[in-house]
């Protein structure tokens, strides 16, 4: 171009080519044909050739002009060549220059004859495609990078282009020498000569594999996207943080009752509809986010519907931040929980009721374990009187009978009575100054007695570490022990049977520990057995009896203490119990300083008159009595 016109680059570069190389009186006629290369489709490749004078600085020749336009990855652009007619053949040098412009393109560039055989090949086609000019020049494109499914569309296209289309610009399957297919852009038109014939078959064509992976990523991806919001009923919304700009989903704007477009824009005017009472907390929960103070926005508040409505609604989004740490974009989305919030009211007002009522029941069965258990004494009082003075053995055993079966009552009274105050928070620990080895040993002693008749091994170890008195409530850590010794004896035919104490390698616990070699209890039934009324299954009851209250009693009474009880059980192996309370010790002089020793009265040696208020006769005869 610099010979042919003359110029320099530095003087064309960025000027109208009207001004530069069309002499004036002409200009008017450029101008007709460069209108029809503006006048093609802008999607498609096309191109307008045509011959005119030209001048080159003050002389003028013909000159022959071949607009290309073309469109590469949604970019539109113009290629010019430039010939000069009045010579009468191609200069050498042209034609180099030519060849080198063509080879340095960037984007494939191929001519093919018009039998569909390639003329040229450069560079970036060869990279494109794998095969060298040489494999390629004078070949038949089929088989090599057109596969057979698009062989069919690509002679359609060749048609149309042989026919003088010069719109016929495509995305193709393609194969490369690997075999591999690979997406390209084609940018096709006919070149011409003098006499308007087709000589030949310009295409531009580029790779964009990647590209159209991306894009089919991406439009997998909102498509997924597109689904989840659906399937979830989630409006989505994209707050332009600089412009203060805000999309709506349809979905959102159906959510609160406009029409398909009209929700506002602005952030501020959706504000109006957040209630008043949840606008500052929304605020500062925004503020958080965008100030990276919390990893994430997920906050509910409530929002007015168009028509007035209330709804709870669930918000969560992510934020976009520029080099500076500030937020230009946030993306979220917004769901109606108005049913599950309430649900969640129904549940806790139904909740509230049945504790309410719950504790009713515990402090009925309570008031009447009470009212049970007072003529029960009576009737067991009673009943040991009788045993005293009645002297036939057969009628002894039934009194015995009766006596044995009135106490199981009595105990299943007390279990649940114990329960009940439980249930309604009326039992209290009371801390008191306690000898941990004489209670273990008084336990041992009962069992060792009551027992005895069992060929079991029941053994006692109290670490020495606890010979001194701690802080603890002694009736309730006996009711524990007792109940979970007792079951061990129930539950163990044969074997051994071990009562253990210490202290935890803290020192911050007392650790009793009873282990058995009795029944065990299988994995998946250890967590049930401390639930009230509970027992392994109804066989445990035929066989070993009892109502499942003591464990449950137990292991309230111990978190009740501070404390914990685990179980480690293995079936026809054994069980191991292990109770854990806080451990208070005693501080005092071993002098005994501060110690007031309490010498024994035996009341029965006192002559004594006891005043007895009592509001039941039958207690009142069975005192007299026994007085």
């Known amino acids: 171009a610099v010979d042919l016109f003359g110029l320099n680059a530095e003087n064309v570069i960025g000027k109208s080519l009207l001004h530069t190389i069309v002499p004036e009186k002409e200009r008017n006629q450029f101008l007709k044909e460069v209108e029809k290369v503006w006048s093609l489709d802008t999607k498609k490749t096309g191109s307008v050739s045509f011959a005119m004078p030209l001048h080159k600085k003050a002389k003028e020749f013909l000159g022959y002009l071949h607009f290309l336009r073309i469109k590469i990855r949604q970019e539109v652009y113009f290629i010019v060549y430039v010939r000069n007619l009045e010579l009468n053949y191609i ?264 504790e309410k009522a719950n504790q009713l029941k515990s402090e009925f069965i309570a008031n009447m374990s009470h009212e049970i258990r007072t003529p029960m004494n009576a009737i067991l009082g009673f009943t040991e009187i009788l045993s005293l003075e009645v002297e036939n053995e057969k009628h002894k055993e039934y009194i015995g009978i009766i006596s044995q079966a009135g106490k199981n009552l009595i105990s299943l009274l007390n279990d649940i009575l114990d329960l009940s105050m439980i249930e309604v928070d009326k039992i209290e620990i009371t801390l008191e100054e306690v000898n941990i080895r004489k209670l273990l040993e008084g336990l041992y002693s009962l069992f060792d007695v009551t027992q005895k008749n069992k060929e079991i091994d029941f053994t006692l170890s109290v670490s020495d570490e606890l010979n001194h008195s701690v802080f603890i409530d002694e009736l309730r850590l006996k009711q524990i022990l007792y109940n979970l010794i007792g079951n061990s004896f129930k539950f163990t035919k044969n074997g051994s049977i071990s009562l253990g104490a210490s202290l935890s390698s803290d020192i911050q616990n007392l650790i009793f520990t009873i282990s058995d070699t009795g029944i065990g209890i299988p994995a998946d039934q250890q967590e049930l057995i401390f639930e009230s009324f509970y027992q392994e299954d109804a066989q445990s009851t035929r066989n070993y009896g009892g109502t499942g209250l003591g464990l449950a009693i137990s292991k309230r009474l111990v978190l009740l203490m501070g404390g914990d009880i685990t179980l480690e059980s293995e079936p026809s192996r054994g069980s191991v119990f292990t109770v854990s309370v806080p451990y208070i010790p005693i501080n005092k002089v071993a002098s005994g300083v501060g110690i007031i020793e309490l010498k024994e009265i035996k009341l029965a040696d006192m002559n004594l008159k006891v005043l007895v208020v009592e509001d039941n006769l039958l207690n009142t005869m069975l005192i007299k009595k026994n007085a």
Not at 161 to 174: P, Q, R, V
Not at 177 to 200: H, M, V, Y
């Open 91 to 354: 200069e050498e040098q042209y034609v180099e220059e030519f060849k080198l412009q063509v080879k340095r393109m960037p984007i494939g560039h191929i001519v093919w004859t018009p039998d569909f055989k390639v003329l040229t090949f450069n560079p970036a086609a060869e990279k494109i495609f794998g095969f060298s000019q040489e494999e390629m020049i004078g070949s038949h494109p089929y088989g090599k990078i057109v596969p057979v499914e698009m062989q069919e569309t690509v002679t359609a296209i060749w048609k149309r282009l042989l026919e003088g289309d010069t719109t016929a610009n495509s995305i193709n399957e393609n194969l490369n020498k690997k075999g591999e297919k690979i997406f390209c852009d084609w940018a096709n038109t006919p070149l011409r000569n003098l006499q308007g014939e087709i000589t030949s078959v310009l295409s531009m064509v580029t790779d964009i594999t990647q590209q159209q992976e991306n894009e089919t990523k991406l439009k997998n991806s909102e498509e997924r996207l597109a689904l989840a919001i659906k399937g979830a009923r989630d409006g989505m919304w994209d707050w332009d943080i600089v412009n203060d700009k805000v999309y709506y989903s349809p979905h959102w704007e159906k959510m609160f009752g406009y029409e398909l477009g009209a929700a506002p824009k602005s952030l501020e005017a959706v504000q109006s509809r957040v209630h008043p009472d949840d606008l500052a907390g929304m605020f500062q929960e925004v503020t958080k986010y965008l100030n990276h103070e919390i990893a994430t926005y997920n906050y509910e508040f409530r929002m007015f519907h168009c028509d007035g409505t209330l709804l709870w609604t669930k918000h969560r989004a992510l934020a976009m931040f520029d080099e500076k740490g500030n937020a230009t974009r946030m993306i979220g989305t917004t769901t109606d929980i108005t049913t599950i919030k309430n649900s969640e009211k129904f549940l806790l007002e139904a909740k509230e009721k049945a």
